[in-house]
């Protein structure tokens, strides 16, 4: 009998490698909502299960996978340090759990079952939608080609911060420096160091305990803050072009990026575990790949005076050339992450809100009522939306929100705009 029992048990086992998710089941993932049946039973072919005991939890598989949670509950300490609580039953379980090296440490607080698949990207695309090519004579195609080469080549079209703030950044990466070395720096630019201490003791920065200096500053908001805030006051100066033929189009950039800037730190800032001033610097720059195809179409009057080319050039060739220009600033991947999903609306990301999630929906917000927002989704059709306040945002609770910050987003905007 004990013999029959375990040939059955094995029999099942063997069973359930072979088909251990539901069809059913998987379309409650948010990477694969939108799957015709057929791929929903591929993809349960493809999956596999593991049950977890209490404890640390390792990645259970070495392949490019996403793991999800199906039972039980698990804590994700982010690279930020903030720890959110994912239970099975939550909305952000329809999302990838971020296993170690993607968060420091994810515990299990109960026995737990997770879910592998492939790649969220291997399974929707995770793709912006590519650009439609306008019509073009043989000379535009050329000097479409040319300025293609330009980028390649490491063009010097590219937009450059100004030499202090990459001082201030190589200052505060060494950590020989002290609080009140960095701040020596800092004041080597008086009018940085006024706008930098008026923003820090504005309302919407919650500065109801005033900072008198920018060593207070660094103690208080940490070094990795203070370099986002340095690099939001002095970002305005590469938002500026010689050419009357793209100023306008240079401003309207610019404009709409302090709008989505200020949104963002606000979205952020009802975020636990977003840094709000890195969600800001993120979405101040995450068009200033657009800012560099400007600098560059500016020497080829055939693109500059063709509004569709114009539109298929920072297209096509803006995610790049903002890409190499963040490298130059020594800044973390996240403004490249930023830079390569913006837009990206049906993007899945993981379980845990990110500084792509904030942008992407500041920049939905920032259209609201504007003719741009034709050719975008509803704010709570995009993924990143359920993310937001543990899933219990509404469209009409995120616009209340906003509302509710309406003097806040304005007052970073001036703050932002100012110099």
């Not at 039972?71 to 909305?91: C, E, F, K, M, N």
């Not at 207070?216 to 006051?233: D, H, K, M, N």
């Amino acid at each position: 009998m004990s013999a029959m029992l375990d040939r059955i048990g094995q029999w099942i086992g063997r069973q359930a490698r072979r088909h251990p998710a539901d069809p059913v089941e998987l379309m409650q993932l948010a990477a694969c909502r939108a799957l015709p049946p057929a791929r929903l039973d591929e993809l349960a072919a493809m999956a596999t299960l593991h049950d977890i005991e209490p404890g640390l939890v390792d990645p259970p598989t070495k392949a490019p996978r996403d793991t999800y949670l199906r039972s039980g509950s698990l804590q994700v300490q982010t690279r930020s340090g903030y720890v959110l609580t994912i239970d099975a039953d939550s909305p952000q379980a329809a999302y990838p759990i971020p296993l170690p090296p993607d968060s420091v440490t994810v515990y299990a607080a109960e026995p737990s079952r997770l879910l592998s698949l492939p790649a969220s990207a291997d399974i929707t695309g995770d793709q912006a939608a590519q650009p439609h090519e306008p019509p073009m004579n043989e000379q535009q195609r050329q000097d479409l080609a040319r300025l293609r080469k330009r980028f390649a080549g490491g063009s010097s079209d590219l937009p450059s911060l100004p030499d202090l703030a990459l001082r201030i950044g190589r200052a505060i990466d060494d950590s020989a420096n002290s609080n009140r070395d960095i701040a020596r720096v800092i004041q080597l630019d008086p009018a940085l160091t006024a706008r930098m201490l008026s923003i820090v003791n504005s309302a919407a920065f919650g500065g109801y305990r005033k900072i008198s200096t920018i060593t207070q500053a660094t103690t208080r908001l940490g070094r990795a803050r203070v370099r986002s805030l340095v690099y939001s006051c002095l970002v305005r100066s590469i938002f500026k072009i010689n050419s009357r033929a793209l100023e306008s189009r240079m401003e309207k950039i610019w404009d709409r990026s302090v709008s989505v800037a200020a949104l963002s730190f606000v979205l952020a800032r009802e975020t636990p575990g977003v840094d709000a001033e890195q969600a800001m610097l993120a979405g101040l720059t995450h068009a200033i790949g657009a800012v560099a195809v400007l600098g560059g179409v500016r020497h080829f009057p055939s693109i500059a005076g063709n509004t569709d080319l114009l539109d298929f050039a920072i297209a096509t060739l803006g995610v790049e050339a903002g890409i190499a220009s963040v490298r130059q600033w020594d800044q973390n991947e996240d403004l490249e992450t930023v830079i390569r999903g913006a837009g990206n609306w049906q993007r899945i990301g993981w379980a845990v809100p990110d500084t792509l999630d904030i942008v992407n929906l500041a920049i939905l917000h920032a259209a609201v009522g504007k003719p741009e927002a034709r050719n975008m989704p509803p704010i709570d059709r995009v993924p990143a939306f359920d993310k937001l306040a543990h899933g219990k945002l509404s469209p009409h609770r995120s616009l209340q929100l906003l509302e509710e910050a309406d003097k806040d987003v304005r007052e970073v905007r001036r703050l932002l705009s100012h110099g």
